[in-house]
């Protein structure tokens, strides 16, 4: 005779429920604390602007993300170390009062013999306009990048009429133009042919007033801090570049 098959009388066992104990949340946090602490020292730089030399692209309290590392092209928008201006914060520190400082060009900046580092400087937010090799030149407000004349997509004529018109009236002057003439050799803190190997050549694009490489010169490669990607504040101007 054959045996009755024997009827299952158990059910398997539900799997383990997968819980985190404390101390992996706590481990999990940790990860997640000093993962971002480096992606935002290290990779990603969040900054607000302040003042009015992007305008009318940029204005004072938009707020932007950058890029560290990545790679300076032309037209980006740049965030860097000022070459020639110290934070307020290293002043305060050190004591040291404007007639100390000695700026000697190619982003080198002195509190008497002492480099003020870079990171105890002011930062400014320029566009890249000249890449190493380049030759520039400005005539009549058109710009001519290596004998060419490119266009200047981020510049708005109506705000440069306005700007032009403002600034006469502050100054008691009769500026025709937006952005003054000139050439790299004409330009006391360049005086060369061509934008030297590992620097840039940078402006604001509000051009009439802004403090840039026509006045300071060349910034080395090692003052760009970042390039931005992102504006996201305000909502309402949100733009990726």
């Keep these: 005779m054959e045996e009755p098959a024997m009827e299952e009388s158990m059910k398997r066992p539900r799997p383990p429920k997968h819980t985190l104990s404390a101390w992996q949340l706590l481990i999990f946090a940790v990860v997640v604390f000093i993962a971002t602490t480096f992606v935002m020292t290290f990779v990603v730089s969040k900054d607000t602007v302040s003042g009015p030399s992007m305008e009318p692209g940029l204005s004072t309290g938009d707020r932007l993300i950058s890029l560290q590392h990545k790679k300076v092209r032309r037209n980006d928008i740049v965030v860097l170390y000022a070459p020639d201006e110290a934070s307020s914060a290293y002043m305060e520190h050190t004591g040291a009062k404007n007639s100390d400082l000695t700026y000697v060009g190619n982003g080198k900046l002195f509190n008497g013999d002492s480099l003020v580092p870079l990171k ?122």
């Design 120 to 241: 105890s400087r002011e930062l400014y937010i320029k566009r890249v306009i000249g890449l190493p090799g380049d030759t520039i030149r400005s005539k009549n407000d058109k710009l001519y990048i290596n004998g060419k004349r490119v266009k200047q997509p981020y510049l708005n004529k109506s705000f440069m009429e306005a700007a032009i018109k403002r600034y006469n009236i502050a100054n008691g002057t009769s500026e025709k133009y937006f952005t003054k003439n000139f050439s790299l050799k004409t330009i006391t803190a360049s005086q060369t042919a061509k934008v030297p190997a590992g620097e840039y050549f940078v402006m604001g694009d509000n051009r009439i007033i802004s403090h840039d490489s026509t006045a300071f010169g060349f910034v080395p490669a090692e003052n760009i801090q970042s390039v931005v990607v992102w504006r996201y504040w305000p909502i309402s101007s949100w733009k990726f570049y």
